[in-house]
């Protein structure tokens, strides 16, 4: 276990910069007591109502964290990548309260699981965990600022045509369905098909059947400036 966990915090240079220099006590302790877990992409971390019961730092691939409606609106509050780890298990471990949103693994996932009990104590005793949790809630907790601030003020044209252009990369091409890319810019399906559409009809873009051709960047790139 010892060397497993540790090679493995190794070969994820995020955890291991933020994990370097941990008191020979506390690497003892995970040692111990945390484990490495694989999980396939799909899997559920989470769900609203879920008693929490570990702390994850992820060490490979990715997962999704979002939140659903009772209308069934999805959006997506924010991504757990390589080293982070997810805002919403560090509050409800702090709170010893429940989930209130859902996790789900978008990719096959690699993570250091820490059981609650050996999280609070590493959290009081060790200085370099605690400024690995507290760093890396911050990070995380700016981005649902960010989104907060994104979804309430900014126009649903100018996100989308900003996440079509940051998705599509050099390629232009955006291998998601209309409902996974409403649930990433924050509003409805039938909201996102009828302004791709409209996209279409400007010929910034073509639609396919799962996808979204990104034909006219620099288009887009102006609209996603609009004042």
């Given at each position: 276990m010892t060397e497993q966990l540790f090679d493995k915090i190794a070969q994820c240079p995020p955890a291991a910069r933020a994990l370097e220099g941990l008191e020979p006590q506390a690497r003892r302790r995970l040692e111990a007591q945390a484990r490495v877990a694989r999980m396939p992409a799909g899997a559920t971390l989470f769900r609203p109502g879920d008693l929490c019961e570990n702390y994850l730092v992820v060490l490979k691939g990715a997962a999704r964290i979002t939140l659903t409606s009772e209308s069934g609106r999805e959006i997506l509050l924010y991504r757990v990548e390589p080293g982070q780890?997810?805002?919403?298990?560090?509050?409800?471990?702090?709170?010893?309260?429940?989930?209130?949103?859902?996790?789900?693994t978008e990719t096959e996932v690699e993570a250091m699981i820490i059981p609650a009990p050996v999280f609070a104590e590493l959290l009081g005793s060790s200085p370099v965990f605690r400024r690995f949790v507290f760093s890396s809630f911050a990070v995380r907790l700016q981005d649902l600022i960010g989104l907060v601030g994104e979804v309430a003020f900014s126009r649903l044209d100018r996100r989308l045509a900003a996440f079509l252009l940051r998705r599509g990369g050099e390629s232009g091409e955006v291998a998601m369905t209309h409902q996974e890319i409403a649930a990433e810019v924050g509003s409805t399906r039938e909201a996102v098909s009828r302004l791709l559409k409209s996209f279409e009809r400007d010929g910034h873009v073509k639609l396919r059947r799962g996808a979204v051709e990104v034909t006219d960047m620099a288009g887009l790139s102006r609209l996603a400036e609009a004042l």
């Amino acid at each position: 276990m010892t060397e497993q966990l540790f090679d493995k915090i190794a070969q994820c240079p995020p955890a291991a910069r933020a994990l370097e220099g941990l008191e020979p006590q506390a690497r003892r302790r995970l040692e111990a007591q945390a484990r490495v877990a694989r999980m396939p992409a799909g899997a559920t971390l989470f769900r609203p109502g879920d008693l929490c019961e570990n702390y994850l730092v992820v060490l490979k691939g990715a997962a999704r964290i979002t939140l659903t409606s009772e209308s069934g609106r999805e959006i997506l509050l924010y991504r757990v990548e390589p080293g982070q780890s997810c805002v919403l298990t560090t509050a409800a471990l702090m709170s010893e309260s429940d989930y209130d949103a859902e996790g789900v693994t978008e990719t096959e996932v690699e993570a250091m699981i820490i059981p609650a009990p050996v999280f609070a104590e590493l959290l009081g005793s060790s200085p370099v965990f605690r400024r690995f949790v507290f760093s890396s809630f911050a990070v995380r907790l700016q981005d649902l600022i960010g989104l907060v601030g994104e979804v309430a003020f900014s126009r649903l044209d100018r996100r989308l045509a900003a996440f079509l252009l940051r998705r599509g990369g050099e390629s232009g091409e955006v291998a998601m369905t209309h409902q996974e890319i409403a649930a990433e810019v924050g509003s409805t399906r039938e909201a996102v098909s009828r302004l791709l559409k409209s996209f279409e009809r400007d010929g910034h873009v073509k639609l396919r059947r799962g996808a979204v051709e990104v034909t006219d960047m620099a288009g887009l790139s102006r609209l996603a400036e609009a004042l």
